[in-house]
């Protein structure tokens, strides 16, 4: 079952997100990760999906979206910087394609 990321993420509630995230990687060998409901995000969300996907990797584990990232999500990933540096790797995490 996918983690349903809360409707608003920042540095204030990102320790609960965190908690929640880390919980399913402990448990599970892949966990996919639901961004639909949320509505509203700041770098913090960026910075512990990007974390838990190298923790993950450490591992031998796997995180993944459930769905590409959307407009909000990549918005932010844009105004982060994250966009204009992305790997194939990252393409493929967070939009689902092979390249930009």
Same mark, same amino acid.
């Given at each position: ?21 880390? =919980?399913?990687?402990? %448990?599970? !060998? ?9 509505? +509203?995000?700041?770098?913090? $969300? *960026? ?6 996907? =190298?923790?993950?990797? %450490?591992? !031998? ?9 959307? +407009?909000?999500?990549?918005? $932010? *990933? ?12 990252? !393409? ?9």
């Amino acid at each position: 079952m996918p983690y349903l990321v809360p409707s608003k993420v920042n540095i204030r509630n990102v320790k609960d997100v965190h908690d929640e995230l880390l =919980k399913n990687l402990k %448990a599970n !060998a892949a966990v996919e990760i639901d961004l639909s409901a949320c509505e +509203d995000a700041d770098l913090s $969300l *960026l910075q512990l999906i990007e974390a838990a996907r =190298k923790s993950a990797a %450490a591992e !031998a584990k796997q995180v993944s979206l459930t769905k590409p990232a959307g +407009d909000m999500i990549r918005a $932010l *990933l844009d105004r982060a910087g994250f966009l204009g540096s992305f790997t194939r790797d990252d !393409a493929r995490f967070w939009l689902h394609q092979e390249a930009l």
